[in-house]
């Protein structure tokens, strides 16, 4: 009679297969490392969304790198405590909490204000918060929520900190996006979805919006040393998918979610381009570029309508009121 593995082993045996595969799978599915080592002390950085996600991951990175970390947060108790882990970890002091909430036009404002009295230099403003497949809500200002806070907020800061930036040049400006742009419209006739609402819909748009809105700020940008691009980060487990039911169900959760795993990527690997953006001495001049997978890549036909982004632009202008001292 042959020798048979006893049975303990063998489902043992094909566990640890099972969960090899399965960590060989993430890692290759978690896409390009960025491998730069640049030191960026004296560097000012600002990510917003820091407390969570890919943002908590890029400020790590970057404070590992020696820069001094603005983490623009709304909520300060979770921005301390990651503040601290970020700390200890990197044994960098100069990491930093700061109000600042995109749905509030206000709270964006006081923060640019407070960053100007205790800062003379910007290099890096990283555009990281944001919402997904929200249930129909504003901002308060009376903005749909996705819009609101994925482009106005972000087109808001930027354009108050752009004095700031053009002083410390190079400097360079990271908009996270996502590949939902290509599926996204701007609804000129309703686009703050007053009426007929749909989330994924609003989702795209604001994503649509935020890749005009680099392309837009790139061409006024030409000759200052200041650039900006947009990243796509890949499919990404962090909590910006806490409104989207299919997650969050049980069902979900213990069957599904475990076979999802090693093709989801974690917040670490989904930084990977943000840094590769922010980072390489390679992109030193490239500006109004569309990056995904640590490559340049086509952005959809929609987001390249230069007349659109114009209007947009106008449209934002006006929302946040950004000529109104």
């Not at 063998?10 to 030191?39: I, P, Q, W």
């Not at 947060?73 to 882990?85: A, F, H, I, P, Y």
């Not at 205790?118 to 504003?138: D, F, Q, T």
Request: aromatic fraction near 10%; glycine fraction near 6%.
């Amino acid at each position: 009679m042959p020798w048979q593995l006893p049975k303990p082993l063998l489902y043992a045996s094909v566990a640890a297969t099972t969960f090899g595969v399965a960590y060989l799978t993430k890692d290759y599915m978690g896409g390009e490392k960025y491998k730069g080592k640049e030191d960026l002390i004296d560097k000012v950085v600002i990510v917003t969304g820091a407390n969570s996600g890919i943002g908590k991951q890029t400020a790590l990175e970057l404070a590992k790198r020696n820069a001094k970390v603005i983490m623009a947060c709304r909520d300060m108790g979770k921005c301390e405590t990651v503040r601290r882990d970020i700390v200890l970890d990197t044994k960098n002091k100069y990491v930093y909490c700061r109000k600042c909430d995109l749905a509030s036009q206000e709270s964006i404002r006081k923060f640019v204000a407070q960053f100007k009295k205790e800062y003379n230099k910007l290099h890096i403003l990283i555009n990281n918060a944001g919402v997904m497949r929200c249930p129909k809500s504003y901002t308060e200002e009376g903005i749909e929520m996705q819009l609101g806070v994925n482009h106005m907020g972000h087109f808001l800061l930027t354009n108050l900190l752009l004095d700031v930036l053009k002083e410390s040049t190079p400097s360079r400006i990271i908009n996270l996006t996502s590949a939902a742009h290509r599926r996204g419209q701007i609804n000129m006739q309703d686009l703050n979805w007053e009426n007929d609402y749909d989330a994924g819909r609003a989702y795209g748009q604001s994503k649509l919006a935020i890749i005009l809105f680099t392309r837009e700020l790139a061409s006024r940008l030409k000759g200052t040393d200041v650039t900006v691009n947009a990243v796509h980060p890949g499919i990404v487990d962090t909590n910006i998918t806490r409104h989207m039911s299919v997650y969050n169900n049980f069902f979900t959760r213990i069957f599904l979610k475990p076979f999802a795993w090693p093709f989801i990527r974690a917040p670490l690997q989904g930084a990977q381009t943000v840094l590769y953006a922010a980072l390489d001495p390679s992109l030193t001049n490239v500006s109004g570029c569309y990056f995904d997978n640590c490559k340049t890549k086509e952005v959809s036909e929609e987001a390249k309508n230069d007349q659109l982004a114009k209007w947009l632009w106008k449209v934002s202008e006006k929302w946040t009121k950004l000529n109104v001292t």
